[in-house]
């Protein structure tokens, strides 16, 4: 269900202390960590502590989970010091989604290109 945690879900095991992470933040309803495999000098995943699968369905069942989720990641973009960063939600397989628990990547600290790859 919706919002419960998930026994096979990796941010779900993160925000229950049984899989280390670096983390950078934690709030009541959310934590930040830093990605295992980053891609900028600053990567920070900004999670909901409920399990939702993506940042749409989690926006959907918990519109103020999914603004939480978003003021976060102005809180980490000031304390790395970024004055421009990137937040990303893959969403789908296809666009490289690969953890169905929903995630705000917060990139920074070097030039951005866009259009993204
Ligand atoms: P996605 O590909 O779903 O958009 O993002 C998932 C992110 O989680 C990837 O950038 C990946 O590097 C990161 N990741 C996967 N496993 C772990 C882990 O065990 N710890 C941390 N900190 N990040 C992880
Ligand atoms: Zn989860």
């Keep these: ?3 419960e945690p998930q026994d096979d879900c990796l941010f779900c095991k993160i925000v229950a202390g049984q899989i280390p992470a670096t983390i950078v933040r934690e709030t009541d309803t959310t934590v ?6 980053p891609q900028a000098p600053t990567h920070v995943l900004v999670i909901p502590k409920a399990h939702h699968v993506d940042a749409a369905a989690l926006a959907t069942a918990a519109p103020e989970l999914a603004a939480d989720v978003l003021r976060e990641t102005q809180v980490i973009a000031d304390e790395e010091k ?25 990139l920074g600290g070097r030039g951005l290109q866009w259009p993204p790859g």
């Design 1 to 3: 269900m919706t919002g």
């Design 32 to 37: 930040a960590f830093r990605d295992i495999n």
């Design 82 to 106: 970024l004055d421009s960063y990137r937040i990303v939600f893959n969403t789908g397989s296809g666009a490289g989604q690969t953890v169905w628990h929903a995630h705000a990547h917060v």
